[in-house]
C-alpha cells in the first residue's frame, strides 16, 4: 500500500528533505512529482519536479545498504533508498498564499517512480506554510 | 533530513528523530568505550562486578574481608593477594585478617612501634620473626656488621656478637617457660674469660677455669663495724686478711 506522508513547507525557504524506504533501491529510478491544488487536478501543475542531481531543484535517490534508523528503542540496519527532493525557494515564493494568507495553503502531491514498472512510492498532503521571516 | 522512513510495517514520522537517535547511539557507543576505559583499576564488591565491568585484558580490583585482591578480566584466581593497608596521619599499617601483619607507629596504640604478627589488640610493640626452624634468627646490626641475634627455636637466645673479635660476645639463654636464666660467653679461645666492667674498667671476672677474680681486690677490715665504717654496703664482699667476709651488719 503506497505510504502517505504530508510534507510541509515553508513558502519564503528552499525545501529540501529525504524519505528513506527500506528494502528498495531506486538510485536507477525516473522520478516525477506534481504538486497541485487539489487531487485529480489535470491542468497545468504548482510545481513540476524531474530527476536531478543535488544541489538542483528535482528529486534523486542514493542506495545505502547499510541503513540504519531507531525503532521501539533499537538500532535496525537494512538496505534503504534515500529519496531527496529539493524545490527551491524561488519555485516556493512563486506560489500565491491563501484565504487567510495567515493560514498554510493546502496543496497535495504525489511522486512517482519508474523501475521496472512505475509506482506512486508515497503521497500526501503539500501544506505551504506562509512563514514568518521574508 | 530525513523526514520520514517507510518499511513494510508502514511510515515512520522520524524527522528529527533519526538524526537524534544516530547521535544517541554514537554518543552511547562513545560513552561506552569511556566507561569500558574507565572500569580499568577500580575497585568492585565482587569478581563478578569487576569482570562484568571491564573487557578482556582489563586489571581491577576486588574488596573482600579488609583485603584487596588484583584480578584479571576473564580468570577467576586473583593475579595478586594483598593485606589491608591503612594510612593515617602519616602512620603506615598493615594487617591481615587473623592479626596485624605489620604495624610501622600506630597513634591508636602507644605499645606498638614496630610490629610484626601480633596475635590480639592489646599486643606489646615487638618485632617477632615467623619461623618454623630453629636454624634461622633474627640479627640486629650497624655499620653493615651484625651485633645481636635472636635465636629461633624453643628456648630464648639472645646472643651479643663483637664483630671485631669474633672471640668476644655473650648470650643469654631462657629455656622453657620456666628455665633458668643463663648467661653465657660463647669463646673459643681458652684465653677468654668473662668480664664485668664499668667505664671500661674490669670489676670482676670469671676465667675459663670457673674462678672468680675481683678484679679490683677486696677491701681489708676486721670486722663489719670497720667495713661498715669503711664503705662498704650491707650484703657485700670484704677480706680480713685471706678470709672472705660478707657484712651483716
Same mark, same amino acid.
Given at each position: 500500500?503506497?505510504?502517505?506522508?504530508?510534507?510541509?513547507?515553508?513558502?519564503?525557504?528552499?525545501?529540501?528533505?529525504?524519505?528513506?524506504?527500506?528494502?528498495?533501491?531506486?538510485?536507477?529510478?525516473?522520478?516525477?512529482?506534481?504538486?497541485?491544488?487539489?487531487?485529480?487536478?489535470?491542468?497545468? =501543475?504548482?510545481?513540476? #519536479?524531474?530527476?536531478?542531481? =543535488?544541489?538542483?531543484?528535482?528529486?534523486?535517490?542514493?542506495?545505502? =545498504?547499510?541503513?540504519?534508523?531507531?525503532?521501539?528503542?533499537?538500532?535496525?540496519?537494512?538496505?534503504?533508498?534515500?529519496?531527496?527532493?529539493?524545490?527551491?525557494?524561488?519555485?516556493?515564493?512563486?506560489?500565491? #498564499?491563501?484565504?487567510?494568507?495567515?493560514? =498554510?495553503?493546502?496543496?497535495?502531491?504525489?511522486?512517482?517512480?519508474?523501475?521496472?514498472?512505475?509506482?506512486?512510492?508515497?503521497?500526501? +498532503?503539500?501544506?505551504? +506554510?506562509?512563514?514568518?521571516?521574508? | 533530513?530525513?523526514?520520514?522512513?517507510?518499511?513494510? &510495517? %508502514?511510515?515512520?514520522?522520524?524527522?528529527?528523530? @533519526?538524526?537524534?537517535?544516530?547521535?544517541?547511539? $554514537?554518543?552511547?557507543?562513545?560513552?561506552?568505550?569511556?566507561?569500558?576505559?574507565?572500569?580499568?583499576?577500580?575497585?568492585?564488591?565482587?569478581?563478578?562486578?569487576? !569482570? $562484568?565491568?571491564?573487557?578482556?585484558?582489563?586489571?581491577?580490583?576486588?574488596?573482600? /574481608?579488609g583485603a584487596?585482591?588484583?584480578?584479571?578480566?576473564?580468570?577467576?584466581?586473583?593475579? @595478586?593477594?594483598?593485606p589491608t593497608l591503612n594510612? &593515617?596521619?602519616?602512620?603506615?599499617e598493615i594487617t591481615k585478617a587473623?592479626g596485624d601483619f605489620a604495624v610501622? %607507629? !600506630?597513634?591508636?596504640? *602507644?605499645?606498638? /612501634?614496630?610490629? @610484626?604478627?601480633? &596475635?590480639?589488640?592489646?599486643?606489646?610493640?615487638? @618485632?617477632?620473626?615467623?619461623?618454623?626452624? *630453629? %636454624?634461622?634468627?633474627?640479627?640486629? /646490626?650497624?655499620?653493615?656488621?651484625?651485633?645481636?641475634?635472636?635465636?629461633?627455636? &624453643?628456648?630464648?637466645?639472645?646472643?651479643?656478637?663483637?664483630?671485631?673479635?669474633? !672471640?668476644?660476645?655473650?648470650?643469654?639463654?631462657?629455656? %622453657?617457660?620456666?628455665?633458668?636464666?643463663?648467661?653465657?660467653?660463647?669463646?673459643?679461645?681458652?684465653?677468654?674469660?668473662?668480664?664485668?666492667?664499668?667505664?671500661?674498667?674490669?670489676?670482676?671476672?670469671?676465667?675459663?677455669?670457673?674462678?672468680?677474680?675481683?678484679?679490683?681486690?677486696?677491701?681489708?677490715?676486721?670486722?663489719?663495724?670497720?667495713?661498715?665504717?669503711?664503705?662498704?654496703?650491707?650484703? *657485700?664482699?670484704?677480706?680480713?686478711?685471706?678470709?672472705?667476709?660478707?657484712?651483716?651488719?
Amino acid at each position: 500500500m503506497t505510504a502517505r506522508i504530508d510534507i510541509p513547507a515553508f513558502k519564503r525557504v528552499p525545501f529540501d528533505d529525504d524519505v528513506a524506504i527500506i528494502g528498495e533501491n531506486l538510485s536507477a529510478a525516473t522520478f516525477l512529482m506534481h504538486v497541485r491544488a487539489n487531487r485529480g487536478d489535470t491542468g497545468t =501543475p504548482l510545481i513540476t #519536479l524531474g530527476n536531478a542531481s =543535488p544541489p538542483s531543484q528535482g528529486v534523486s535517490a542514493t542506495y545505502n =545498504p547499510a541503513y540504519q534508523w531507531q525503532e521501539d528503542g533499537e538500532i535496525l540496519t537494512a538496505p534503504a533508498s534515500l529519496v531527496r527532493i529539493i524545490i527551491a525557494e524561488a519555485t516556493l515564493e512563486a506560489l500565491s #498564499l491563501g484565504t487567510p494568507y495567515t493560514e =498554510p495553503v493546502e496543496l497535495f502531491y504525489d511522486l512517482h517512480a519508474t523501475t521496472d514498472t512505475k509506482r506512486v512510492q508515497f503521497e500526501g +498532503k503539500f501544506p505551504l +506554510k506562509p512563514g514568518v521571516t521574508i | 533530513m530525513t523526514i520520514a522512513i517507510i518499511t513494510e &510495517s %508502514g511510515v515512520r514520522k522520524v524527522a528529527p528523530m @533519526v538524526l537524534l537517535a544516530q547521535q544517541a547511539a $554514537a554518543a552511547a557507543q562513545i560513552a561506552a568505550q569511556a566507561a569500558a576505559a574507565a572500569a580499568e583499576g577500580r575497585i568492585y564488591a565482587s569478581y563478578a562486578a569487576g !569482570n $562484568a565491568a571491564t573487557t578482556a585484558g582489563q586489571y581491577f580490583f576486588v574488596a573482600s /574481608g579488609g583485603a584487596y585482591d588484583l584480578y584479571v578480566n576473564g580468570t577467576a584466581t586473583p593475579v @595478586v593477594k594483598l593485606p589491608t593497608l591503612n594510612v &593515617s596521619t602519616g602512620i603506615l599499617e598493615i594487617t591481615k585478617a587473623a592479626g596485624d601483619f605489620a604495624v610501622f %607507629g !600506630n597513634s591508636a596504640d *602507644a605499645n606498638r /612501634g614496630f610490629a @610484626v604478627n601480633i &596475635s590480639g589488640a592489646a599486643g606489646v610493640g615487638l @618485632v617477632l620473626l615467623d619461623t618454623t626452624s *630453629a %636454624g634461622y634468627a633474627l640479627g640486629f /646490626g650497624t655499620d653493615g656488621d651484625e651485633k645481636m641475634r635472636l635465636l629461633g627455636g &624453643s628456648d630464648i637466645t639472645l646472643q651479643f656478637r663483637n664483630p671485631t673479635d669474633v !672471640n668476644r660476645g655473650g648470650e643469654i639463654t631462657v629455656t %622453657g617457660s620456666a628455665g633458668t636464666g643463663t648467661f653465657a660467653i660463647n669463646t673459643t679461645s681458652s684465653g677468654y674469660g668473662l668480664s664485668f666492667q664499668i667505664d671500661d674498667a674490669e670489676k670482676l671476672a670469671i676465667d675459663t677455669a670457673g674462678r672468680i677474680v675481683v678484679t679490683a681486690g677486696l677491701a681489708n677490715y676486721a670486722n663489719d663495724a670497720a667495713a661498715a665504717a669503711g664503705g662498704i654496703p650491707l650484703k *657485700a664482699l670484704y677480706r680480713n686478711g685471706s678470709v672472705v667476709m660478707y657484712r651483716v651488719a
